[in-house]
């Protein structure tokens, strides 16, 4: 018994031209953002650096979730069925799963090397 999931063609514009507003507000955030961290001082050459790596990091994994986020709204707007939505969603899910899993390393990974560096700045004779 396949059962039909239909959105109604008025919602269904109403959401896309939602969806569409949402994209452009984030591209426009992305950009404020990317600029806020290019501009970054620190106190020591070695903070500078890590502090602009790290922003780097988070502005393209928040790009990358939000993207995935963006993509999967969009597939359920286009979704045929129940059955659809609940293998968009089981997909969804799995992957950002995997995705945060990797960032959390990455940060990880990151911040240890940050202290590394920051330390030995600290050390060396003036």
């Not at 600029?35 to 106190?43: H, I």
């Amino acid at each position: 018994m396949d059962q039909k999931f239909e959105i109604p063609q008025e919602l269904r514009s109403m959401a896309e031209a939602s969806f569409d507003q949402a994209r452009k507000a984030f591209e426009g955030f992305l950009s404020s953002a990317q600029q806020a961290a290019s501009s970054l001082e620190g106190k020591s050459e070695a903070a500078r650096a890590n502090a602009k790596d790290f922003s780097v990091k988070a502005i393209a994994f928040a790009e990358k979730n939000v993207a995935a986020s963006l993509d999967y709204a969009e597939r359920l707007l286009r979704a045929k069925d129940l059955t659809e939505v609940m293998s968009l969603h089981s997909s969804y899910v799995q992957g950002q799963m995997k995705v945060l899993a990797e960032q959390a390393s990455e940060i990880g990974q990151a911040v240890t090397r940050a202290a590394m560096d920051i330390g030995k700045d600290l050390t060396k004779p003036k």
